[in-house]
């Protein structure tokens, strides 16, 4: 597509870019126009949703961001991989009669035609940036069954004189089988949307299993044979030593698609059988979708709370809440809603989870001495107006957070309480002084995740009034409220439930609190308090999104069973 004047002038006016670098765009870009539009998502002057649809519509078509939109398998299957990567073009989904394809270039008439030959029905062309189309080529034809043909193509009968030499396990290490085995069952679990992927030796087979919404499902049955190179292999990707077996190892490795590269954190744990290796997937092909406060479904009240802390830019802000229950999500979301070009923020993770070209993003690095502590204070001397915390891990992580909050800035961070109440005591916990930590804090956002409905099977469901009873109090004469519950169907693989939604609870830091804080009251007194003035804790929201059909009243009080416990 050719880089005219007119879609020039046009991004010029949405994105409002200097002279100087807009000049070096469009050298750089040798009128191409999809180039040009790269080049100005890089730096941050349009996020790539209006770079795409100020392309689209001077192709009168639209655009459709494939790392927020969700295919229909079967009707992806319509083509073949091969297919797809030639035409660098993926069907999504299927309307009526008509299937919406993914494209380079869906004003190509030659190609629109062939596809239309192949798929047997009437195409409707949506653009699609190149690096979308083939990272979602490349994740959506992926399947069981092509790890099955993988499987096969290896020797197995060179394992039955015994272990393998330590040459020949480097051997097969770097054969082609070997790399696409592991390729494949990382690409299988971003296709299934999986946070974490475990491989089990046992005595006779090597299980792979995936952590999807929250629960760990079978997934692959590998010969026992594989359990060694296979763990090796992703060891070895990882940076570990493979010729330790003993000990457990942990390292990380980088995954490469067209669109991103994705962090894994990898753990090696010697078990009956072998090694136990779990795979963490840090951030996601599918996250630019919800770095938005307003997309996050925090409730009208929450949100209006938590936009309010933002806006005063001075202070510390908590998000609590378990290992994997999407605070790194919240946190950028957070960062997103005040994100101006004419401020300085800085984070500071472990690793970094999202790539956000208007921040300045460091990951710490323990081995060589670049730890949270240390970065945070060099981060104070470089003039940020926010700083993101990845993570209080320490006493004096604590201190030089909370001393930056008092001295002007705004510090986004996590902390691993039970609730947003324990956050009020546990920098105290770890050594941080009262007096410091009552003025500092403004707010804290305790969140969960529990099980999404799925939208395909979910029904009215009537609880046992006498079960209600225990959450819920009504008149005698007052018609009980209708819950919903999932079914099962082909589209959550019979599970009723399909995706993740949070459950939040806010706890803004009035005067009064401020005060409770300084003179030493318990948690149970700073609830009391936080409740006089409308603190709603989390299973009250989890409650009415129960309500709402978003997720089922069971699963709300699995989830919060542990705190009601408290």
Not at 169 to 198: C, F, N, Q, T, Y
Request: include cysteine; aromatic fraction near 8%; hydrophobic fraction near 40%.
């Amino acid at each position: 597509m050719e880089l005219t004047e007119t879609l020039i002038a046009a991004f010029q006016e949405k994105a409002h870019i200097p002279p100087v670098p807009l000049a070096g765009m469009i050298r750089a870009a040798k009128g191409d126009a999809v180039e040009f539009a790269q080049f100005v998502i890089q730096d941050g002057y349009l996020d790539r949703d209006a770079a795409g649809e100020l392309l689209a519509g001077q192709m009168n078509r639209t655009y459709v961001n494939l790392s927020k939109t969700l295919f229909q398998e079967e009707i992806v299957s319509l083509l073949t991989g091969e297919i797809a990567a030639h035409y660098h073009a993926i069907p999504i989904y299927q309307l009526g009669k008509v299937v919406t394809v993914g494209m380079v270039s869906p004003n190509d008439q030659q190609i629109v035609q062939a596809l239309e030959n192949l798929l047997m029905r009437p195409l409707s062309p949506v653009f699609c940036f190149k690096d979308e189309v083939d990272s979602a080529i490349k994740v959506n034809y992926q399947s069981a069954h092509h790890v099955d043909d993988l499987v096969t193509s290896f020797d197995l009968k060179i394992f039955q004189g015994g272990p393998l030499s330590e040459a020949a396990l480097v051997k097969l290490l770097d054969s082609k089988p070997m790399v696409e085995l592991g390729d494949s069952i990382i690409l299988l679990a971003l296709k299934e949307r999986a946070s974490d992927i475990h491989i089990e030796p046992k005595k006779n087979e090597v299980v792979v299993r995936f952590r999807i919404d929250g629960v760990l499902v079978d997934r692959l049955f590998l010969p026992a044979e594989l359990g060694l190179p296979l763990a090796s292999r992703y060891k070895i990707s990882s940076e570990m030593d493979i010729t330790e077996r003993r000990k457990p190892q942990d390292g990380r490795l980088s995954f490469t698609l067209p669109m991103k590269t994705l962090d894994l954190r990898v753990s090696s744990l010697p078990v009956m059988y072998g090694e136990k290796v779990v795979m963490r997937i840090l951030g996601s092909l599918y996250t630019s979708a919800i770095l938005n406060l307003d997309k996050l479904d925090l409730s009208p009240e929450v949100l209006r709370l938590f936009k309010s802390s933002l806006r005063h830019l001075q202070g510390i802000l908590f998000v609590t809440g378990p290992t994997g229950s999407g605070k790194s999500t919240t946190l950028y979301a957070a960062l997103n809603f005040f994100n101006t070009r004419d401020i300085n923020i800085i984070t500071i993770e472990d690793p970094i989870e999202y790539d956000v070209p208007t921040l300045n993003q460091v990951m710490v690095n323990d081995k060589v001495g670049r730890g949270f502590k240390e970065v945070l204070r060099s981060v104070l001397r470089q003039d940020p107006d926010a700083i993101l915390v990845g993570e209080i891990r320490d006493t004096e992580t604590a201190r030089i957070a909370t001393q930056a909050a008092l001295t002007g800035h705004l510090v986004l961070t996590t902390l691993h309480t039970n609730d947003a109440i324990q956050a009020t005591t546990r920098l105290m916990e770890m050594g941080v002084e009262r007096f410091i930590v009552a003025p500092a804090i403004i707010g804290v956002l305790g969140q969960r995740l529990v099980k999404r409905l799925c939208e395909y099977c979910k029904t009215e469901h009537h609880p046992d009034p006498e079960e209600l009873r225990q959450y819920f109090y009504w008149s005698e004469d007052a018609e009980l409220p209708a819950f919903y519950r999932g079914t099962g169907c082909e589209h959550c693989g019979g599970t009723g439930y399909a995706g993740r939604v949070g459950i939040h609870e806010f706890l803004k830091i009035t005067p009064q609190i401020r005060e409770a804080i300084l003179r030493e009251r318990n948690y149970a007194e700073i609830l009391d308090l936080a409740v006089q003035q409308g603190f709603h804790n989390l299973r009250y929201d989890g409650f009415k999104k129960a309500l709402r059909g978003m997720t089922s009243l069971e699963e709300v009080i699995r989830a919060t069973a542990s705190l009601e416990d408290d």
